[in-house]
């Protein structure tokens, strides 16, 4: 269980977190959601107790971040936004370190996640990439098999088959009950595998609801190709058009995916695109500036 | 309590990975330590190259701490040519490069982060580096100790005083402690170039002075503003009571030292 009440780290012009208050329950996957310099790594900070000075409250388990670390530590598995290793060891040697430090006798479940996530960690740690890192830093936070898991950013560097087995890896982990809060500003990776989804920006939290929900009130954008021009100029009558390029028109589309299909149906279409809409879109349509 | 607060597993790490450094550092040491101990030569009539030093640079022989009273005694001998200057650059190097990588460069990368994320205070994540330091600190005291004493031995039997060189050598430690505390707080407290500057800065800056205050008799009030004044390694191999009284501030002085670095290393806010 992870609670904050009122966190506020105020760094100046307008910098840090305000106000951020959440309370995640034991067997839920929440996503933290929000553009770079939201505020997405510092409220973890607080929450491993990097951070020492602020106001509010934050707790794990009913443990102060700021005083009970040590406890807290012992359910925690924590992948940091910026990896930053010891880069003097391979990847062996830090996995063994971190496993004593944590007090991780069996490395059985360690060695199944590098086989999975197809990681050679003999190398140094100097002479691996993004990519592997990041795998590294996988293996290390899920190695004790924690109770809650804290990610920032975890798909970070990922290819997207690995990103796709680190998606299978949380899910099954949900499934088991754990509690993963999951940091990201891709939409599609917590869509994945979040039930909840808590949006920050400039610091502060600007929603909190469930997936399905937004979901509902999500728009998609088509980007559709014509061949003829008067065709597009009929289509554009029935349909906000956001984007025009030539005979290609992008739309918002807040109607049924099968309405939109039935009325291409008619024309004679070229191409037609599904646009990710970036989550600075999401939140300009959902939320304004 | 903090002094039996260690991670043996980071512990073992951290003595592994430094121990090329300390390596690097032992042959210098052998190096110079050899040299200078092979340079003594009891017979008066043999030293007429000092004489002569001391003819044409005075001042140059003071400030490097080499102007010795009494060139047939070897403890005052070594004393001056190695602790007066050599060896305590040397030390200073050490400390300050180890410092940097038990400490600094654990925070300022961000990989303190994988440390702290483990079920280890930060008491004693930084106690165990500290640890580490001191563990490296005495071994150089020690190897120092070994290369005057063995090789003192070996070139000119009979001149060495063993128990008095091991004391000059517990004392050069106790200073080296202080030091690195000086380096250890700038380091985990600070933040960038400012820690890295400081860390090395203040004690070259206290160095100085105590080089000033070797100049005679005008300068000598420097030596009041330098914690360097407090290992003298005249009085240590005199076995002078006034050095029982400077180690002891030295121990009193580390203490506070170090547990200002873990009070504010346990206060601070960590970017990682």
Redesign the interface.
């Known amino acids: 269980m992870i609670v904050t009440k009122g966190l506020t780290k105020d760094y100046g012009n307008h910098r840090g977190i305000f106000d951020v208050s959440f309370s995640i329950s034991g067997d839920s996957c929440v996503g933290f959601l929000g553009p770079n310099g939201a505020g997405k790594t510092t409220t973890i900070?607080h929450l491993?107790?990097?951070?020492?000075?602020f106001e509010g409250e934050a707790y794990i388990n009913n443990l102060n971040c700021k005083k009970d670390?040590?406890?807290i530590?012992?359910y925690?598995g924590?992948l940091?936004g910026?990896i930053?290793?010891?880069?003097?060891?391979n990847g062996d040697?830090?996995i063994t370190?971190?496993a004593?430090?944590?007090?991780v006798n069996d490395l059985s479940y360690a060695n199944h996640l590098l086989e999975r996530f197809e990681l050679k960690a003999t190398s140094p740690i100097k002479k691996m990439s993004k990519g592997m890192k990041q795998k590294l830093a996988i293996v290390?936070a899920f190695m004790n098999d924690p109770e809650i898991l804290i990610l920032d950013e975890p798909s970070s560097g990922l290819d997207p088959l690995m990103q796709q087995k680190l998606v299978d890896l949380i899910l099954e982990h949900k499934k088991r009950g754990k509690t993963i809060f999951l940091s990201s500003h891709s939409f599609e990776e917590v869509e994945k595998t979040c039930d909840r989804i808590i949006m920050i920006k400039n610091g502060s939290i600007v929603n909190d609801s469930h997936v399905d929900q937004l979901k509902k009130e999500q728009i998609r954008k088509y980007e559709i190709e014509f061949i003829k021009e008067s065709e597009a100029k009929d289509f554009a009558q029935y349909y906000r058009i956001t984007h025009q390029d030539g005979l290609s028109l992008t739309i918002d589309l807040q109607d049924t995916f099968d309405s939109l299909l039935k009325k291409l149906a008619q024309y004679e279409i070229q191409d037609i695109t599904q646009k990710d809409l970036s989550l600075e879109e999401i939140f300009m349509k959902y939320y304004g500036d | 309590m903090v002094i039996d607060m260690i991670n043996m597993a980071l512990y073992k790490k951290e003595m592994k990975s430094n121990l090329m450094v300390f390596l690097i550092f032992l042959g210098l040491s052998m190096l110079y330590g050899i040299i200078v101990t092979e340079l003594f030569d009891p017979a008066i009539e043999n030293q007429s190259w000092i004489e002569m030093l001391r003819d044409i640079y005075p001042e140059m022989l003071d400030f490097v701490g080499f102007n010795i009273g009494n060139l047939t005694n070897y403890q005052y001998f070594i004393s001056g040519y190695l602790y007066g200057m050599l060896f305590i650059i040397f030390g200073l190097i050490f400390a300050n490069i180890l410092s940097n990588r038990l400490l600094f460069r654990y925070i300022d990368r961000g990989s303190i982060a994988f440390l702290l994320a483990t079920p280890n205070s930060r008491t004693k994540i930084i106690s165990t580096q500290i640890k580490v330091l001191g563990t490296y600190l005495s071994m150089m005291a020690l190897s120092m100790y070994l290369i005057v004493s063995v090789f003192g031995e070996i070139f000119n039997p009979s001149y060495v005083d063993f128990g008095k060189l091991l004391y000059l050598n517990i004392s050069f430690f106790l200073l080296l402690c202080f030091i690195s505390a000086i380096m250890a707080l700038c380091h985990s407290l600070l933040d960038g170039k400012i820690a890295v500057g400081s860390s090395i800065g203040i004690p070259v800056f206290f160095f100085f002075l105590k080089l000033i205050s070797n100049l005679g008799e005008q300068y000598e009030f420097v030596s009041y503003f330098t914690p360097f004044s407090l290992f003298d390694p005249i009085l240590c191999v005199n076995y002078d009571g006034l050095s029982f009284v400077y180690n002891g501030i030295l121990i009193v002085l580390t203490a506070i030292l170090y547990g200002l670095t873990i009070y504010g290393f346990n206060k601070r806010d960590l970017s990682v």
């Open positions: 900070r491993l107790g990097f951070i020492q000075n670390q040590v406890e530590q012992k925690v924590y940091p910026e930053n290793f010891i880069d003097d060891l040697e830090l370190l971190i004593r430090m944590k007090g290390i």
